[in-house]
């Protein structure tokens, strides 16, 4: 019989322990936790803080029992895992009843990470929530709370932004940067700041704190904000020390270092989750990737290698999603930020078409970004928010990228149409329409790209109607209608054209025909409502 110790028994862990016990009836396996639960929802913790999720039971996925019951584990929660001594490999485990040495032929890192917290003037005053503990500590604190500030503005902290105010609690988000949700780019974030306020949450953006103190918070430019509950949510570090401490090889960013194979550099013991390093899909280097989806995979390939079989992970795309007061915001792979910071040279798609047909009743607007490898139309990356919608086209951006499809190609995905559920040119064959223009040559300028362009000489021409024209405009833009463009071509003579309308279909339209006479033209990528969002976060 061979012996297997997973240390973490939650995503990663939990997984790679079925899976094996699947795979092998015979084998010994222990799990240890060192909280006082396994298998627990982490995912759905600010929705039981929101009341959303109404019974606490639901959190627990499993219990020792039940895993006992069914696949005869030994999960043994309270219990620290310290002192691997690779040699004789064997581990220290510490639990209710003392500390016992524990043999193993596997062993599996699943730890998951810790909450950052910086130095920041009173930080132990700020109440984390990565476990069922923490969620306990941070309901128990609820009654009387009618402010709170939560410190970091990614995903945890804007889903707890939003149900404590389902609590009626009035809430402030604090951001050290110049805008929330790091894996999208500025102006996509915008629409979700947006959102946000709209619903009662402050946000402040390039927010420095530098106390927490009983009752207020205090930053750096001297404002201080009153609270009656301060959550640190600023993100998590890989929990690797106990992989350091055996000597084995910890990244610059702390994950524990894992070949294909998800083992370490001792053949015996393997690292997945929030613990380990990925590798990035796109340029294969190595990354941080703190998901579910990605942990239980990862369990299950580590499950399946311990017992035989010949299996490699992937690359990682960080597919994510994030709701917030019905609004989704989904992310895929790199941003422009990301992309430009690695010198790539890069094209963007903008676009903002409705989630299903227009003429079928509860259409909404759905924004999408796509970044593409000028080189090989190669998607990169891509971007969504919406009110619906926006989980279903990223899920098939993601499976295009795993794929290896092109940009250019989204134009000819085949795509359930019915007009409560998309459009005959889904957003995605639109995307990829748009790819296809600009991998043939047609001119368009970025948002931050205009000062420039404008500066070289482009004359920048509105060709909405009058009407919208007059409600808000870029300035400096004159208005020529689209529809009046044939009437008006020689006051285009001798003229480079940059064209915009709200959201570009109108600007492509007036750039093929302007080009048809011969007048060089470019279009505004995204339109009016990329640029009005992409100078809303510098306003802010």
Same mark, same amino acid.
């Given at each position: 019989?061979?012996?297997?110790?997973?240390?973490?028994?939650?995503?990663?862990?939990?997984?790679?322990?079925?899976?094996?016990?699947?795979?092998?009836?015979?084998?010994?396996?222990?799990?240890?936790?060192?909280?006082?639960?396994?298998?627990?929802?982490?995912?759905?913790?600010?929705?039981?803080?929101?009341?959303?999720?109404?019974?606490?039971?639901?959190?627990?996925?499993?219990?020792?029992?039940?895993?006992?019951?069914?696949?005869?584990?030994?999960?043994?929660?309270?219990?620290?895992?310290?002192?691997?001594?690779?040699?004789?490999?064997?581990?220290?485990?510490?639990? =209710?009843?003392?500390?016992?040495?524990?043999?193993?032929?596997?062993?599996?890192?699943?730890?998951?990470?810790?909450?950052?917290?910086?130095?920041?003037?009173?930080?132990?005053?700020?109440?984390?929530?990565?476990?069922?503990?923490?969620? &306990?500590?941070?309901?128990?604190?609820?009654?009387?709370?009618?402010?709170?500030?939560?410190?970091?503005?990614?995903?945890?902290?804007?889903?707890?932004?939003?149900?404590?105010?389902?609590?009626?609690?009035?809430?402030?988000?604090?951001?050290?940067?110049?805008?929330?949700?790091?894996?999208? &780019?500025?102006?996509?974030?915008?629409?979700?700041?947006?959102?946000?306020?709209?619903?009662?949450?402050?946000?402040?953006?390039?927010?420095?704190?530098?106390?927490?103190?009983?009752?207020?918070?205090?930053?750096?430019?001297?404002?201080?904000?009153?609270?009656?509950?301060?959550?640190?949510?600023?993100?998590?570090?890989?929990?690797?020390?106990?992989?350091?401490?055996?000597?084995?090889?910890?990244?610059?960013?702390?994950?524990?270092?894992?070949?294909?194979?998800?083992?370490?550099?001792? =053949?015996?013991?393997?690292?997945?989750?929030?613990?380990?390093?990925? %590798?990035?899909?796109?340029?294969?280097?190595?990354?941080?990737?703190?998901?579910?989806?990605?942990?239980?995979?990862?369990?299950?390939?580590?499950?399946?290698?311990?017992?035989?079989?010949?299996?490699?992970?992937?690359?990682?795309?960080?597919?994510?999603?994030?709701?917030?007061?019905?609004?989704?915001?989904?992310?895929?792979?790199?941003?422009?930020?990301?992309? %430009?910071?690695?010198?790539?040279?890069?094209?963007?798609?903008?676009?903002? =078409?409705?989630?299903?047909?227009?003429?079928?009743?509860?259409?909404?607007?759905?924004?999408?970004?796509?970044?593409?490898?000028?080189?090989?139309?190669?998607?990169?990356?891509?971007?969504?928010?919406?009110?619906?919608?926006?989980?279903?086209?990223? &899920?098939?951006?993601?499976?295009?990228?795993?794929?290896?499809?092109?940009?250019?190609?989204?134009?000819?995905?085949?795509?359930?149409?019915?007009?409560?559920?998309?459009?005959?040119?889904?957003?995605?064959?639109?995307?990829?329409?748009?790819?296809?223009?600009?991998?043939?040559?047609?001119?368009?300028?970025?948002?931050?790209?205009?000062?420039?362009?404008?500066?070289?000489?482009?004359?920048?021409?509105?060709?909405?109607?009058?009407?919208?024209?007059?409600?808000?405009?870029?300035?400096?833009?004159?208005?020529?209608?689209?529809?009046?463009?044939?009437?008006?071509?020689?006051?285009?003579?001798?003229?480079?054209?940059?064209?915009?309308?709200?959201?570009?279909?109108?600007?492509?339209?007036?750039?093929?025909?302007?080009?048809?006479?011969?007048?060089?033209?470019?279009?505004?990528?995204?339109?009016?409502?990329?640029?009005?969002?992409?100078?809303?976060?510098?306003?802010?």
């Amino acid at each position: 019989m061979t012996t297997t110790v997973i240390v973490g028994g939650v995503a990663g862990g939990m997984s790679t322990a079925t899976r094996l016990r699947r795979r092998d009836e015979d084998m010994e396996i222990i799990v240890v936790e060192a909280s006082g639960y396994v298998s627990f929802a982490n995912c759905g913790l600010p929705y039981y803080v929101g009341g959303v999720i109404g019974e606490r039971d639901e959190l627990l996925l499993q219990t020792p029992e039940s895993l006992k019951e069914r696949f005869n584990l030994d999960v043994r929660v309270g219990t620290r895992a310290h002192d691997i001594d690779r040699a004789a490999k064997t581990i220290q485990l510490t639990g =209710p009843e003392g500390t016992t040495t524990q043999a193993y032929d596997h062993l599996v890192l699943s730890p998951g990470a810790s909450p950052v917290l910086p130095p920041i003037d009173g930080i132990e005053r700020a109440y984390t929530l990565r476990t069922v503990e923490d969620v &306990d500590v941070i309901t128990a604190a609820l009654d009387g709370v009618k402010k709170a500030v939560l410190i970091g503005g990614g995903f945890i902290g804007l889903e707890l932004a939003e149900n404590l105010t389902h609590r009626g609690v009035e809430v402030t988000v604090l951001e050290f940067s110049d805008q929330i949700m790091a894996p999208l &780019d500025p102006e996509m974030a915008a629409y979700v700041h947006q959102h946000l306020e709209k619903n009662g949450v402050t946000v402040l953006t390039g927010a420095d704190t530098v106390e927490i103190a009983e009752g207020s918070v205090t930053l750096r430019d001297g404002r201080v904000i009153d609270a009656d509950m301060v959550v640190a949510a600023i993100g998590v570090r890989p929990a690797s020390e106990l992989a350091s401490e055996a000597g084995l090889e910890v990244g610059e960013r702390g994950g524990i270092v894992v070949d294909e194979f998800q083992r370490t550099a001792d =053949p015996a013991i393997f690292a997945l989750g929030d613990a380990a390093e990925k %590798r990035d899909a796109i340029t294969g280097d190595t990354t941080l990737v703190p998901l579910a989806q990605t942990a239980n995979r990862h369990g299950r390939l580590i499950a399946d290698i311990i017992t035989g079989r010949d299996v490699t992970s992937r690359l990682t795309l960080g597919t994510a999603i994030v709701g917030l007061f019905g609004l989704q915001a989904a992310t895929v792979g790199w941003n422009e930020k990301r992309a %430009r910071a690695a010198g790539r040279d890069i094209r963007v798609v903008s676009l903002h =078409p409705q989630d299903h047909a227009g003429y079928y009743p509860g259409a909404s607007q759905i924004h999408l970004k796509f970044i593409i490898d000028a080189a090989t139309d190669a998607i990169l990356g891509a971007q969504a928010v919406g009110e619906a919608g926006a989980d279903k086209r990223i &899920d098939v951006i993601a499976t295009a990228m795993r794929g290896g499809l092109t940009a250019s190609d989204l134009a000819d995905l085949e795509l359930a149409y019915a007009p409560q559920f998309g459009s005959a040119k889904d957003p995605v064959n639109m995307a990829g329409f748009i790819a296809d223009n600009l991998a043939n040559g047609e001119k368009s300028f970025l948002h931050h790209e205009l000062e420039q362009a404008v500066a070289e000489g482009w004359k920048l021409v509105d060709v909405r109607t009058p009407g919208e024209f007059n409600r808000a405009t870029i300035p400096g833009a004159v208005n020529i209608p689209l529809d009046d463009i044939r009437d008006r071509f020689d006051e285009f003579e001798g003229e480079k054209v940059l064209a915009f309308c709200r959201v570009g279909q109108r600007g492509h339209t007036a750039v093929t025909l302007l080009e048809n006479k011969g007048i060089e033209a470019a279009n505004l990528n995204g339109g009016f409502l990329t640029w009005e969002a992409a100078s809303s976060v510098n306003a802010v």
